[in-house]
Structures are given as C-alpha cells and as structure tokens.
Nanobody
Framework: QVQLVESGGGLVQPGGSLRLSCAASGSIFSPYAMHWYRQAPGKQRDLVATITSVGSTNYAASVKGRFAISRDAPKNTVYLQMNSLTPEDTAVYYC?????????WGQGTQVTVSS
C-alpha cells in the first residue's frame, strides 16, 4: 500500500503561481512513476506531468513550459510548480503513484484560477 497526501492548492489570480506537494508513504519501490493529474468540472481526468524514479519527466502539451515537476527522493515527495496560471488550469489536482502494477491516488487538491 502507498498513501499519498497532496497540499498546496488554493485560489490564485491569472498569471500567478502555485506549488503543489505530494507526500508519499508506505511500500515505495523503484522503479516507479509519480504523476499529477487534473480534473475540471464535467471533464475527464487528464495527465499533467510525470516523474520517474530515475528523474525522467514528461508534460502535457497544455502545461509544457509553465509547469515543472520535481521530487525530493529522500522525503518521497513530489512537487508541481505551476506558473503563468490561467482560468483553464482550474481543476482538482491529483497525485498518483504507479509501481509494481498498482496505481494509488491521493485525495486531490483544488486549484482555482480567478480574478
């Protein structure tokens, strides 16, 4: 079992920045991947960014150049730095862990971009 706890969401004005955190605990074994997904009201859950246990990263086209995923391996924590936010980034953001054929999800954190 892996437990994930997200934090850092909130209300931000367009053009602003937020940093989300995801602290993982439990049975974490390499190789693994950690992801950030987001789901806007009435829409499907979409993959935003991925970081693997060796540090490789990947981004959705809609956030490339604005968002950055990183990790603190000793703390088993993953971050999502979000810059130049727009109202279209408003969503619930979920952290997910994939390893040994299993997927685990956090509870989600709301990000609202509005003036």
């Amino acid at each position: 079992q892996v437990q994930l706890v997200e934090s850092g969401g909130g209300l931000v004005q367009p053009g602003g920045s937020l940093r989300l955190s995801c602290a993982a605990s439990g049975s974490i074994f390499s190789p693994y991947a950690m992801h950030w997904y987001r789901q806007a009201p009435g829409k499907q859950r979409d993959l935003v960014a991925t970081i693997t246990s060796v540090g490789s990263t990947n981004y959705a086209a809609s956030v490339k150049g604005r968002f950055a995923i990183s990790r603190d391996a000793p703390k088993n924590t993953v971050y999502l730095q979000m810059n130049s936010l727009t109202p279209e980034d408003t969503a619930v953001y979920y952290c997910a862990y994939y390893g040994r054929g299993n997927y685990y999800w956090g509870q989600g954190t709301q990000v609202t971009v509005s003036s």
